[in-house]
């Protein structure tokens, strides 16, 4: 059961794996205990196409994730992928499962997690940061070059790893950008930051210093969250979301929010007058990953209209940030949002339309109602949920998540309503 479902795996990300290489891959641990909701994040981006490919897979379960990158073929890296992810299966260290990498030439694997620590195998040029907690804590930050390199577990840390894409305009930047990158990680680990807020500022700079700037984007290894296609290409053989760029404008009275280009034809807010805030890309992945008090988890279905997803999002925050978890005022928020242009090319909601589970913050938007009898998808699987009920035995035998499914996702949304 178990091989049948990698292989099920391997043939699903063999179909939407061309070349592509992550250039940058980070993986930053502030509380080894896992008791920070947002201790250990990781994210990955380059200057290359395609970055919804293999760039970051993350098992919720097991609460570690794999990165990839290098120069190896797409099937090389997912052979090394593949054995990777079974190897921690079988409860391997981040150590032994990143090395697997070395076995597949050019290829690179970085693993970890908040309780495992992390390390990065195989062909890399990498720093491995290291705070001790302390008085006067301690920032080490130390080079390392392929083979293996590790964040031992327990330690506060990160590892980050850089090179540049052939083509790039600022190729020949990525030994400095490394390097200073890898020090404001160390200081901002002593400052007392999460790691998502760290990895988003690193990758910040990562993209405005080197030009490995396209998503890609990241995961919160604790809570399990991901910036899901938010900066990957929508299509094969393109770049992603240039995450140094502005991303969207948004109004914290009422939830409205467009993204760019569109957005900058707005100075305040459209529909109460209120002053807009310019988010940068990085900054987007760093709200999307980190969990706060009052952060609701959106999911939006029913259509794939660019833009949809992420206005839907902020209204319905705006909305349960007013009026609580209220299927009725969230649908008539949205309706609102509709009707004054905000959300377009979607029908009107019902309250039945709208999924709410107050006990873990989500809220699920049903644009168009699903053919047949069909009411909703499984509840604990926000946006993969379609993907993952094709692909019930891998989520159940493997536990792991797959981010990587960008390029089937309206297609598979389509043979599912079909069906
Ligand atoms: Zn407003």
Request: hydrophobic content about 40%.
């Amino acid at each position: 059961m178990k091989y049948k479902a990698l292989f099920v795996f391997f043939i699903l990300i063999m179909l939407c794996m061309n070349s592509v290489s992550a250039t940058c891959n980070i993986i930053v641990i502030t509380d080894p205990t896992g008791e920070d909701p947002n201790g250990a994040a990781a994210g990955s981006m380059s200057f290359a196409e395609n970055m919804f490919q293999s760039t970051f897979l993350m098992s919720k379960e097991g609460q570690y994730v794999v990165l990839s990158g290098g120069t190896g073929s797409s099937d090389t890296r997912l052979d090394s992928i593949i054995e990777a992810l079974a190897s921690l299966q079988n409860n391997a260290s981040a150590a032994s499962a990143a090395s697997v990498a070395s076995g597949y030439t050019g290829a690179r694997l970085v693993v970890g997690g908040p309780h495992m620590g992390a390390a990065v195998g195989g062909s890399f040029d990498a720093y491995v940061i290291t705070v001790d907690s302390g008085d006067n804590s301690t920032i080490t930050v130390t080079p390392y070059s392929g083979g293996l390199a590790t964040l031992e577990p327990g330690q506060k840390g990160a590892i980050i790893h850089l090179r540049n894409t052939a083509g790039n305009p600022l190729y020949g930047t990525a030994d400095s950008v490394r390097q200073e990158t890898a020090v404001n990680i160390g200081k901002m680990i002593r400052d007392g930051y999460p790691a998502t807020t760290i990895l988003a500022e690193a990758m910040g700079e990562v993209a405005r210093d080197s030009g490995e700037k396209y998503g890609g984007g990241g995961v919160n290894l604790v809570s399990g969250l991901s910036t899901g296609d938010m900066f990957t290409p929508s299509e094969m053989n393109e770049t992603g979301y240039p995450m140094d760029q502005e991303y969207s404008k948004s109004c914290s009275e009422c939830g409205w929010a467009l993204g760019f280009p569109s957005a900058e034809n707005y100075n305040v807010c459209p529909v109460c007058g209120s002053e807009l805030t310019t988010i940068y890309a990085y900054e987007a992945l760093g709200n999307s990953l980190t969990v706060t008090s009052d952060s609701v988890t959106v999911s939006v279905y029913g259509s794939e209209a660019p833009g949809l997803a992420s206005t839907t999002t902020e209204v319905v925050k705006a909305a349960v940030n007013n009026n609580g978890y209220d299927a009725t005022a969230i649908a008539s928020s949205i309706n609102r949002a509709i009707n004054s242009g905000v959300l377009v090319g979607v029908d009107f909601v019902e309250p039945k339309d709208i999924n709410v589970k107050e006990e873990s913050k989500a809220v699920g938007v049903y644009f168009t109602a699903l053919l047949g009898d069909r009411t909703s998808p499984s509840w604990d699987l926000p946006v993969d949920s379609m993907v993952l009920n094709i692909l019930g035995s891998i989520q159940t035998v493997i536990g792991i998540i797959l981010i990587l499914l960008v390029v089937f996702r309206s297609r598979l949304l389509k043979s599912f309503q079909e069906r």
